[in-house]
T-cell receptor
Framework: DAGITQSPRHKVTETGTPVTLRCHQTENHRYMYWYRQDPGHGLRLIHYSYGVKDTDKGEVSDGYSVSRSKTEDFLLTLESATSSQTSVYFC?????????????FGPGTRLTVL | RKEVEQDPGPFNVPEGATVAFNCTYSNSASQSFFWYRQDCRKEPKLLMSVYSSGNEDGRFTAQLNRASQYISLLIRDSKLSDSATYLCVVKGVQKLVFGQGTRLTINP
C-alpha cells in the first residue's frame, strides 16, 4: 500500500470553527489531492497540489483552503466549518509523469459539523 | 447529464457467477480510464487501468469502447471477497472524474 496517512481519522466540530485536516505521504510523490465523498455525488475534487507551494482549485473549493510547505504534507483547512461540509475527506497522491494518472488514496477522515 | 454514469446497483449474484457492469462517459476527449474498488467505509483502491485494446488481470477483464463512450468490467468466478463498490474513473482534460459507483454483493 502507498504510504499515505491522514489525521485526524474522525472529528466532530461545531459550525463556525476552523478545522485543519492533514495528509502525509512517504512516497515523495509530486501530486497531492483532496477529495470529499458524499452519497449521491461520488468523489469530488476540492483542491490539488502539483508541488511545494503550488496549489490549484478543484470543482468544490468554496469554503476550503490548502497549503503545501513540504513535499510530504498537504493540509486542508475549512475556514469556518458549516454543516454542508460534513463528509468523508480523502487525500490522494499521484507520482507518474502527469497529474491525474493513477491515484492512491489515504484512509480518509470522517468529519461531522454540528 | 453526469460526466460519468454508472448503474448504482446493487447487484446481488451468487458466488462463482460472472458479473459485468458498464460505465458511460460524456467527454469524448477523455484520455485514460480506470476501475477502482471501494470497500465499505474504506478508501478507494485502484483495481485496474483500462487500455484501448482491453486488458485482463486474473478474473477481471476491462474493455473500452471509444465509439460508444463506455467502459466495462467483467468479473469471472466471483468470490465473496469481491463484494464492494466499483468506481468507474475517467481522466478528462484537467481532472479525474469519478462515477458514483456500482455496489456488488456476492452471496454464498
Amino acid at each position: 500500500d502507498a504510504g499515505i496517512t491522514q489525521s485526524p481519522r474522525h472529528k466532530v466540530t461545531e459550525t463556525g470553527t476552523p478545522v485543519t485536516l492533514r495528509c502525509h505521504q512517504t512516497e515523495n510523490h509530486r501530486y497531492m489531492y483532496w477529495y470529499r465523498q458524499d452519497p449521491g455525488h461520488g468523489l469530488r475534487l476540492i483542491h490539488y497540489s502539483y508541488g511545494v507551494k503550488d496549489t490549484d482549485k478543484g470543482e468544490v473549493s468554496d469554503g476550503y483552503s490548502v497549503s503545501r510547505s513540504k513535499t510530504e504534507d498537504f493540509l486542508l483547512t475549512l475556514e469556518s466549518a458549516t454543516s454542508s461540509q460534513t463528509s468523508v475527506y480523502f487525500c490522494a497522491i499521484s507520482g507518474l509523469g502527469q497529474p491525474y494518472n493513477e491515484q492512491f488514496f489515504g484512509p480518509g477522515t470522517r468529519l461531522t459539523v454540528l | 447529464r453526469k460526466e460519468v454514469e454508472q448503474d448504482p446497483g446493487p447487484f446481488n449474484v451468487p458466488e462463482g457467477a460472472t458479473v459485468a457492469f458498464n460505465c458511460t462517459y460524456s467527454n469524448s476527449a477523455s484520455q485514460s480510464f480506470f476501475w477502482y474498488r471501494q470497500d465499505c467505509r474504506k478508501e478507494p483502491k485502484l483495481l485496474m487501468s483500462v487500455y484501448s485494446s482491453g486488458n485482463e488481470d486474473g478474473r477481471f477483464t476491462a474493455q473500452l469502447n471509444r465509439a460508444s463512450q463506455y467502459i466495462s468490467l467483467l468479473i469471472r468466478d466471483s468470490k465473496l471477497s469481491d463484494s464492494a463498490t466499483y468506481l468507474c474513473v475517467v481522466k478528462g482534460v484537467q481532472k479525474l472524474v469519478f462515477g458514483q459507483g456500482t455496489r456488488l454483493t456476492i452471496n454464498p
